[in-house]
């Protein structure tokens, strides 16, 4: 239990394009503005997986986080304006929590094990917040994610942003949602492999962005991919490489692209 956290970010030295961005996302710009933040904050760890007696084993992560409220109650507002300030700062008001949950099973005692894992988040702002403070919101793809996308390579939702080559900032969000499926088994000694299927993405609550906000349909909207991973595990301490490809993207339909596969880098295992 974290009674108070403190954190207050400035944006300095701003490209063209980033400002040309922000102009064009309300959403974007507005998450940008609300940097200074004071939180409440609980997290929950379990995690019985140093229990080699069990072939069953469970890992849980929670995290509950509220901000802004104590300074509700101090903040003042100017005539014009329509949230609040504390000392001159525009704060933060949102509640956010998530859970991430891995169970691994041992099929046997040479090594094969099959590893699934779900994670769901949401944040709400609400009060003197329209939108999360960006370094609040969620994202999706990379090492630890649905690996088949680069980091921040999916969403919200079916969105796209016109450039995916330079501009990976906007794809942010209230809402997580991810599973994964993998297969570990021994090669030679301290190496190991891994086959793996990944899906998940990210939502808005509101209709910020074309195609973002979370939907009934969001189950078609899932980012899916598939792949292979080399581990070199040695007494604990694992570096990994994980190669994977596109299975479905969030706005198509499935279609194997095997042809823009994501190589993977990272120390430790994905979850």
């Given at each position: 239990?974290?009674?108070?956290?403190?954190?207050?970010?400035?944006?300095?030295?701003?490209?063209?394009?980033?400002?040309?961005?922000?102009?064009?996302?309300?959403?974007?710009?507005?998450?940008?503005?609300?940097?200074?933040?004071?939180?409440?904050?609980?997290?929950?760890?379990?995690?019985?997986?140093?229990?080699?007696?069990?072939?069953?084993?469970?890992?849980?992560?929670?995290?509950?986080?509220?901000?802004?409220?104590?300074?509700?109650?101090?903040?003042?507002?100017?005539?014009?304006?329509?949230?609040?300030?504390?000392?001159?700062?525009?704060?933060?008001?949102?509640?956010?929590?998530?859970?991430?949950?891995?169970?691994?099973?041992?099929?046997?005692?040479?090594?094969?094990?099959?590893?699934?894992?779900?994670?769901?988040?949401?944040?709400?702002?609400?009060?003197?917040?329209?939108?999360?403070?960006?370094?609040?919101?969620?994202?999706?793809?990379?090492?630890?994610?649905?690996?088949?996308?680069?980091?921040?390579?999916?969403?919200?939702?079916?969105?796209?942003?016109?450039?995916?080559?330079?501009?990976?900032?906007?794809?942010?969000?209230?809402?997580?949602?991810?599973?994964?499926?993998?297969?570990?088994?021994?090669?030679?000694?301290?190496?190991?492999?891994?086959?793996?299927?990944?899906?998940?993405?990210?939502?808005?609550?509101?209709?910020?962005?074309?195609?973002?906000?979370?939907?009934s349909n969001f189950i078609n909207e899932l980012g899916i991919g598939t792949g292979f991973g080399l581990r070199l595990d040695v007494q604990g301490f694992v570096i990994?490489?994980?190669?994977?490809?596109?299975?479905?993207?969030?706005?198509?339909?499935?279609?194997?692209?095997?042809?823009?596969?994501?190589?993977?880098?990272?120390?430790?295992?994905?979850?």
């Amino acid at each position: 239990l974290t009674p108070i956290s403190i954190n207050y970010l400035q944006l300095t030295n701003e490209s063209d394009a980033f400002l040309e961005v922000l102009e064009n996302n309300s959403f974007l710009k507005r998450s940008f503005e609300q940097q200074f933040i004071t939180a409440l904050s609980y997290s929950l760890n379990y995690d019985n997986s140093g229990n080699l007696k069990k072939r069953s084993r469970v890992k849980l992560k929670y995290n509950f986080e509220i901000a802004g409220n104590l300074l509700n109650l101090l903040g003042s507002q100017k005539e014009g304006d329509s949230s609040k300030s504390f000392l001159g700062l525009e704060y933060a008001q949102y509640v956010k929590t998530d859970l991430d949950l891995s169970y691994q099973y041992d099929i046997n005692k040479k090594g094969q094990t099959l590893v699934g894992r779900i994670f769901s988040g949401i944040g709400i702002p609400y009060g003197n917040s329209k939108t999360l403070p960006y370094i609040k919101q969620y994202f999706s793809g990379g090492a630890y994610s649905v690996r088949a996308f680069q980091i921040r390579g999916l969403g919200p939702g079916i969105y796209n942003p016109p450039n995916n080559d330079n501009f990976f900032f906007d794809r942010s969000g209230d809402i997580r949602l991810e599973t994964n499926l993998e297969y570990r088994f021994p090669i030679y000694y301290y190496l190991k492999g891994a086959l793996f299927i990944d899906a998940g993405n990210i939502w808005n609550i509101n209709n910020n962005i074309v195609g973002g906000q979370f939907t009934s349909n969001f189950i078609n909207e899932l980012g899916i991919g598939t792949g292979f991973g080399l581990r070199l595990d040695v007494q604990g301490f694992v570096i990994r490489l994980d190669l994977a490809a596109p299975l479905k993207q969030p706005a198509d339909t499935w279609e194997f692209n095997y042809e823009n596969p994501v190589l993977n880098f990272a120390i430790g295992y994905p979850f």
